[in-house]
Structures are given as C-alpha cells and as structure tokens.
C-alpha cells in the first residue's frame, strides 16, 4: 500500500462515522465540510460509514433470520450500510453545486483477504479514485469494504472497519488523514465514563494501539496498525467543531506522566479448559484451533499443578460463537473440561512510561481495591496493565483508576509513593 509515485501530497482523506452521518441532517453538514476542504483547493476524499445503528440493525435484522448466518452473506448485507450513506454523500455534494462520485469498496480497489467479516486490506489500486480526483471531483468511498480477489467476493474490514478504510487510502495516496467523530478527540478516558477526562494533544502509535487494543473504541486497532506501518499521522477530531483534535503519530510529548489514559471494555468472555497435558491434549493445541477460527485471543493464563494443566483466556463477545466451534472440533477435549464466564470486561491503564517506574501495577491494584473492583485475571504488556473484571464494576474502576493517577489535571501525577 505504498503512495502511488508522483500522486499529489495536497490530498486528504477525511473519515466520518456513524453517528457523524446518523440522519439527512448530519450528512448535509458533513457534506457542507468535504466541500468547504475542496474549496481550499485540496483534493478530497471522504469514506463513510452507515449511518447510526445501521449495522447493528443490519446484524440483528440477521440473528432474526438465521441463528448462525453463513459469513459471505453477512458481508454481502453489512457492506450495503456504507454504501448507502456514500450515495447519499454523493447527493449532497450535488446540491452543494461540486461534482461527487460514490464508489463502493471493491470499485476504489479495496483489495483484502478472503477472511469474511474480519478481512485485512492487502493492497489498493485507486484507479478510478485518482482518476475523478484528477477530474475535480469529490470522491467518496464506502468504508468498511474491499473485495477478495481469491474468492471474487465483498468483504468487511471488522467493526469500526471505515478507520481502516480511510488510513488505508491515506497511504496508497499519499495523503493526509483525518478521522471525524463525536468526541474531539483521544482523551484520557472515554468521556461517556469520565466526564472530566481531558482531550490528548499528541499520543504515540504505540499507546494508540494499546489503547485500541484494550477497548478504546475512538480509533480502530487495524486501522492504528497501518498508520503506524505506513507512517500515516491521523488527526482524530469532531465532526461538529473546529477545534483541534488529537494527532496520532510516531513518538508523544513527554509530559512526564507514567499512565496517559485508562481504556476499558464492556465484552469479555473467559474461557477456561482443564484436563490438558502430557498424553493429552496441548494448550497449543488448543489455540492453534482456535486460531485458525480467526478468534483474536486477548488475555491467557496457563497453570500447571503436578500433571494438569489449565488454560484460560479471554475473547471478545463478538468471537463467542466461532471459540465455541473451535473448542468443539477438539475430539480429545471433553465439554465437561471446558467453563465459559461472560459479562466480564477489562480496564486498563496505558502509557508509555510504565515500562520504566516501579510500583504502577501497586498502585492500579490499590486503586481498584478502593474501589471494591476485584480483578479475576490480569495480563501486561511494557506499557500497559490490563484487568479482567466483572463488567457490572468497569465503570467504577475506570473511575477510580482515572482518579488516582490525577488525569483530569493538566500537571503531572504525583510521584508513586511505596
Ligand atoms: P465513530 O462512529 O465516529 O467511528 P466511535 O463510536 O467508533 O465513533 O468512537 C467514538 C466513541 O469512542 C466516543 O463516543 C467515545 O464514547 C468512545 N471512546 C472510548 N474511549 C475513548 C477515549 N479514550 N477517547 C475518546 N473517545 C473514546
Ligand atoms: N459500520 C461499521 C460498524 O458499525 C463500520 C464502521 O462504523 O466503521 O462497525
Ligand atoms: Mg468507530
């Protein structure tokens, strides 16, 4: 996804969400942007996603007529979202008195794998996307969409996917890129929790993608992956204000705090499977199955006591049914071994300073005691302390743990005591 050579740098890719495009209303006034962009005389490419809910409804609508829908075909129906609200676009600018064309996903050379309902872009042949930028036209493309050339079918990106879209398009332009929401920004927590959370001017790919990772939903994490692969900054702002956002790039302000912001989620499973071992089934075993379902794994813990050994791990919700199948397929595995816990989620605490101070993980543990919130499991990376707890107390930690690391005020955390 290299930037085409010699393609203009005084292009932009400007992405907005679903609540950004909820109602005729809002895609005017979205419309009413690309075209004011344009009339700075910047070449504009805007990527939609369905307008509110639609893909949710889209989702149950599905769920309705088949317990298990077959996965091409919820990404032949979930794929019509984006395109709907990219013609729609399209209409707007019309009337605003520009030139706009639409393009689905596999028409702006989307190309991905062939892993429906979570495929990777692999490469874009913007053709026809550069082709009507050259001719003074507002492009707009479907988010959320490529096309697999290996099945010749349409497939999504994964929710939160038109992130990718956009950074995506960034790179194979070599453009600009501005991601458009209903916050102005990444900010120390999701402000829905946290009403005093403060907006980040700058965050490191590294912590966007711990971030993304642990349940920050502002950015997608595949998208913060190609940013940072293909060194694309990404202006994170609001869709509804001027004022700036939160710049998305290589290295952060050192502002000398150790934790930058707490992120959590809402839909965890914990997977639990015993009986494993010598002369029986592998731990590895077990997740090279659950792999190959395409089930990102988050938090594992193996115990071993004398010959047995326990594996658990946590999925999202989301990739519930397709461990279940997975675990299922295992012969050697009998269902009594294997415990599933839901409505669980995770908080967690990111910055890059953590991988040097001691006494962060003491001090996340006392907060979250305060707070009568028990972790049942916790997982860490150099930068980041992740707990696995019950979702009815997520808020409450999220709370607690944005207090006692001070990230409501602008100067720096008081140092760790003990
Ligand atoms: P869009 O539909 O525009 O893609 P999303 O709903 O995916 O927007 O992401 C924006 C939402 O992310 C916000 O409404 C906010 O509730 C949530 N969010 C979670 N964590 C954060 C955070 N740290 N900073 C800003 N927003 C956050
Ligand atoms: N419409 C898709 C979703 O709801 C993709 C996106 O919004 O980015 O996940
Ligand atoms: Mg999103």
Redesign the pocket.
């Known amino acids: 996804m290299d930037a085409i050579p010699g393609s203009p740098t005084d292009t932009v890719v400007m992405k907005?969400?679903?609540?950004?495009v909820a109602d005729p209303a809002r895609i005017r006034h979205v419309a009413r942007r690309l075209v004011a962009a344009r009339e700075q005389g910047v070449r504009v490419v805007g990527t939609v996603?369905a307008m509110g809910r639609t893909t949710d409804t889209l989702l149950e609508l599905a769920g309705r007529v088949s317990p298990h829908p077959d996965p091409r075909e919820l990404d032949m129906l979930l794929s019509t979202g984006e395109r709907i609200a990219c013609a729609l676009f399209a209409m707007a600018v019309h009337d605003l008195g520009h030139e706009a064309v639409s393009y689905t996903g596999s028409q702006a050379g989307i190309l991905t794998d062939a892993v429906y309902t979570k495929a990777k872009i692999r490469e874009i042949t913007p053709v026809r996307v550069l082709d009507a930028l050259e001719r003074g036209k507002i492009v707009l493309v479907a988010g959320f969409q490529g096309f697999s050339r290996d099945t010749m079918d349409v497939t999504t990106l994964g929710r939160?996917g038109?992130?990718a879209t956009a950074v995506a398009l960034a790179a194979a332009l070599g453009a600009s890129c501005e991601i458009?929401?209903?916050?102005t920004?990444?900010?120390?927590?999701?402000?829905?929790i946290v009403p005093d959370?403060r907006k980040l001017a700058v965050v490191s790919y590294e912590e966007m993608l711990e971030?993304a990772a642990s349940?920050?939903?502002?950015l997608m994490l595949r998208a913060v992956e190609l940013a940072r692969g293909h060194g694309v900054r990404i202006h994170a702002r609001s869709t509804f204000s001027d004022e700036p956002g939160t710049w998305v790039q290589e290295t952060a302000l050192d502002d000398g705090r150790t934790v930058r912001?707490v992120?959590h989620s809402l839909d965890d499973v914990l997977f639990t499977v015993r009986g494993l071992g010598e002369g029986k089934r592998s731990s590895a075993a077990i997740l090279r199955a659950v792999a190959s379902e395409h089930v990102n794994v988050d938090t594992i813990v193996l115990s071993a006591e004398k010959e047995t050994v326990e594996l658990a791990f946590s999925v999202a919700a989301d990739d519930v049914l397709a461990t279940r199948r997975a675990l299922a397929q295992e012969e050697q595995l009998d269902s009594s071994e294997v415990r599933e816990v839901g409505n669980l989620g995770k908080v967690s605490v990111v910055g890059a300073g953590i991988r040097s101070h001691a006494g962060i993980a003491a001090r996340t543990f006392r907060a979250l005691e305060e707070h009568g919130v028990g972790p049942r499991m916790i997982s860490t990376s150099p930068i980041k302390i992740s707990c696995l707890v019950d979702r009815a107390d997520v808020e409450r930690g999220v709370r607690g743990l944005h207090e006692a690391f001070s990230l409501s005020a602008a100067a720096a955390e008081p140092p760790t005591e003990g």
């Open positions: 907005f969400g679903g609540t950004s996603s939160g038109t992130d458009y929401s209903d916050v920004g990444v900010f120390t927590a999701d402000p829905r959370a971030m349940g920050a939903k502002v912001a992120t």
